[in-house]
């Protein structure tokens, strides 16, 4: 369902608490709005009219209100993303001081087409804080987009990429199509939706805008609900996304190929390991560290780092560790 209301009353009216699977939301970030279209030298044209702003003054106080509600209707183990410029972001931070929930990452959103500046560097990130509500199960798919072994061209580890915590993915250049000031990009959606829900969850955006987060979750078979105030956008979206069908994406995500680690994270016994550590003195006599710890997993079905524990001793210090990140990663 979606409301033409403020979220916070809109929040309190219709959302129980511990309802919510996923929270994915990008406030109105509390400058004049109208500026941005100069500085992206846009088609106003093309902009749905009555985005609503949040005065400057009142930015705290609005923050700590709508991210309160969001932390009642999240489901204990529930996910929220933030998505927020650097302007506000103290004041989303402090509220969400204010919550037991819990910080999992402060991802960096790196965007092309940055507001162009002389005098000083190119804005051209976002902010996405993603937390989670304590005492429940959290979803985290890890191998959304790729399994445990598959490599970049250099071998590095493409799954180990995918998680980390800078994104670069750029914002969608839609000549001529009715937009949102702000629109999120289906690709950052489509990530922060696989990763943190399944099936049928229910996803939430406290502040629809064009609907984005609602059509991707549609369009991932989950269920979609939130709140636009601007009753414009509202109008024209609510019968846009009847365009949108149920699954329509799934398609296209990539298939993941099955996992190898087939014994990642399982128990390790004395036996084991020292037929480990047999092997990899076998094995480096005729190999590189990296080449030896390659073999070793593929016959043992483990992960790199547990093995290097192994070959190392349990405690791989952290003067190593950046040398075998480098291995591992190969950077
Ligand atoms: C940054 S935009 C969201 C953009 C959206 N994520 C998209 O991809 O199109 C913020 C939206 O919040 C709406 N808004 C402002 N105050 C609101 C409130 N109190 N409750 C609900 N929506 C609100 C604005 O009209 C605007 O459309």
Redo the contacts with the bound molecule.
Sequence with gaps: MYYN????N?AKKYLQDNSIDLII?????GINADSFDKHYNRNENTVID?????DNDNYAE?SLK?IKEAERVLRPGGSIYI?SGYTQLRHILNALSETKLEEKNHIIWKYNFGVYTSKKFISSHYHILYYTKPKGNVTFNTYSFYSDTEKNEKGGSLNYNDREDVWIINKEFKPGEI??????PKTLLIKMIMYSSNVNDIVC?????????AKVAIGLNRKACG????EI?YNYQLENIKNYKEGYLINKIRKVPENKLKNKGKPLNDELINEIKKDYKILIKNNSKKQAIDKLSKKYGRGYWSLLKIIDGTTNKSENRSKDLELFNNI
């Design positions: 209301e403020d979220c916070i809109g939301t990008d406030p109105p970030y009555g985005y609503i702003e949040v609005f709508w998505v937009k949102n000031k702000n629109e999120l955006d406290f502040f629809l805008g064009s609907f984005s987060t709140f636009e105030l601007n956008a």
